[in-house]
């Protein structure tokens, strides 16, 4: 069955350092999304993206969020100067428009600690 | 402002029936979602509901009220494997999901 696979599953990073999630969609999917849950607590929505654009985003997603989907596979995330409260599991999804049920497949995620 | 309430935790015992309530207030209500997560890991779509009514899949069924911005999910003969958080979800209209606060079922033997 197809699925969404996400690298790394794990990165440190210092403090004011960029870094780079990147998520692989299922194939034939249209809509992709990031999400992230800090430990212990609710999975949030940060990002939509939809045509090579972005949908929709949230209060999270600002100036030092980015998202692109440099070639026909690859959905990225990057994160221009982390800072310590960014440090969360980081989820990417993908959706097939007219699904009857509307399912979001979720990739394992990407575990960043920022320090 | 939009909020889904869950309980925080739920036990129940190997073979029982447990619901999992969820409440929600949210601009733009297209759908109902429940989703399974174990330990972390990715969540796992379980059940949706665009209607009011039951929606029954196997040993999982979840039912929504619009009219009264609820929702839950049943459980039917429980089993070790299904100790895991569950959330319900609001989905929106660029598809994106809204979701609630978890509810950490633990099943005892």
């Known amino acids: 069955e197809p699925e969404v696979t996400q690298t790394p599953s794990h990165q440190v990073t210092q403090m004011g350092q960029e870094v780079i999630l990147r998520c692989v969609p299922i194939s034939n999917h249209l809509y992709f999304y990031w999400y992230r849950q800090i430990l212990g607590q609710k999975v949030e929505f940060l990002v939509s993206f939809y045509n090579n654009e972005i949908s929709e985003k949230s209060e999270i997603f600002d100036d030092q969020f980015s998202v692109e989907r440099p070639d026909g596979s690859n959905f990225t995330l990057k994160i221009r100067s982390t800072k310590l409260e960014d440090s969360a599991m980081y989820f990417c999804?993908?959706?097939?428009?007219?699904?009857?049920?509307?399912?979001?497949?979720f990739g394992p995620g990407t575990r960043l600690l920022v320090l | 402002g939009q909020s889904l309430e869950q309980p925080s935790e739920v036990t129940a015992v190997e073979g029982a029936i447990v619901q999992i309530n969820c409440t929600y207030q949210t601009s733009g209500f297209y759908g109902l979602s429940w989703y399974q997560q174990h330990d972390g890991g990715a969540p796992t779509f379980l059940s949706y509901n665009a209607l009011d009514g039951l929606e029954e899949t196997g040993r999982f069924s979840s039912f929504l009220s619009r009219s009264d911005s609820y929702g839950y999910l049943l459980l039917q003969e429980l089993q070790m494997k299904d100790s895991a958080s569950y959330f319900c979800?609001?989905?929106?209209?660029?598809?994106?999901?809204?979701f609630g606060t978890g509810t950490l079922l633990a099943v005892q033997p």
């Open positions: 999804a993908s959706t097939k428009p007219g699904q009857i049920q509307e399912t979001q497949y």
């Open positions: 979800a609001v989905k929106g209209a660029t598809n994106k999901l809204i």
